[in-house]
């Protein structure tokens, strides 16, 4: 597994005001102020990721680095494709750790919006050292849990870590009995190489969803998800 914990971030107060619906020159304003320097301060946005061939295919399973894997999408995804990079990426715990407005709903609404645009550049400079380090060309990324529930399914996460190593250890990151991560602003998944643009909202039915980055595709979903 290899680790990047070097990772820049910024944290715009204005833009983050905007986002959180907070006034100039208030005294909501001032405590985000404090909180965005405490981020600033302590925040160490993480991530790892590990190298992975395919070794077995068959049916709605894949074997990758010694790890069978169950979803036909992602089979089907993988099926001409020969290395994955198993990842995760996280705003770290340190800023959790420091922390001292734990139950006061507002202020855990800011750390959310925070931790948040500590995650995006994790997860950003994840993506481009792994494009440069490999000479990537068009890439796509699976999630288990990300979209419908059978695409892949979020106790995917599961032989996902296997694989992996000892993530908390390396990064931090915990995986729950209930598959959930912790800290909470924190993404795994699978990157691969495709030859035409795939996103898991294009196979997700859930219209509302705030995380949304493509429209439902029903003809792609018709190809991977039936016979």
């Known amino acids: 597994m290899e680790i990047l914990n070097d990772i820049p971030f910024s944290l715009d107060a204005d833009t983050i005001m905007k986002q959180v619906h907070i006034e100039p020159d208030t005294s909501d304003a001032d405590d985000l102020q404090t909180l965005i320097d405490l981020a600033k301060r302590v925040g160490r946005p993480k991530a790892a990721y590990t190298v992975a061939f395919i070794?077995?295919?068959?049916?709605?399973?894949?074997?990758?680095?010694?790890?069978?894997?169950?979803?036909?999408?992602?089979?089907?995804?993988?099926?001409?494709?020969?290395?994955?990079?198993?990842?995760?990426?996280?705003?770290?715990?340190?800023?959790?750790?420091?922390?001292?407005?734990?139950?006061?709903?507002?202020?855990?609404?800011?750390?959310?919006?925070?931790?948040?645009?500590?995650?995006?550049?994790?997860?950003?400079?994840?993506?481009?050292?792994?494009?440069?380090?490999?000479?990537?060309?068009?890439?796509?990324?699976?999630?288990?849990?990300?979209?419908?529930?059978?695409?892949?399914?979020?106790?995917?996460?599961?032989?996902l870590f296997a694989l992996m190593g000892d993530v908390e250890a390396a990064i931090g990151v915990k995986l729950t009995a209930s598959c959930l991560m912790i800290p909470n602003k924190t993404t795994s998944g699978v990157l691969f190489p495709v030859e035409k643009d795939f996103r898991s909202c294009e196979v997700c039915h859930r219209e509302s969803c705030p995380s949304r980055h493509a429209p439902f595709n029903q003809s792609l979903w018709d190809e991977m998800q039936h016979d």
Request: charge should be neutral.
């Open 55 to 159: 070794e077995a295919r068959e049916g709605d399973t894949v074997r990758a680095g010694g790890t069978l894997f169950t979803s036909r999408t992602l089979a089907r995804n993988l099926a001409a494709v020969e290395r994955v990079f198993p990842m995760v990426a996280t705003c770290g715990r340190e800023l959790d750790d420091g922390f001292a407005g734990a139950g006061d709903p507002l202020q855990e609404f800011w750390l959310d919006a925070i931790k948040t645009r500590m995650l995006g550049a994790a997860h950003q400079f994840l993506h481009d050292h792994l494009h440069r380090v490999f000479r990537l060309g068009k890439t796509a990324v699976m999630r288990p849990g990300s979209g419908d529930a059978d695409v892949w399914p979020i106790e995917q996460q599961r032989p």
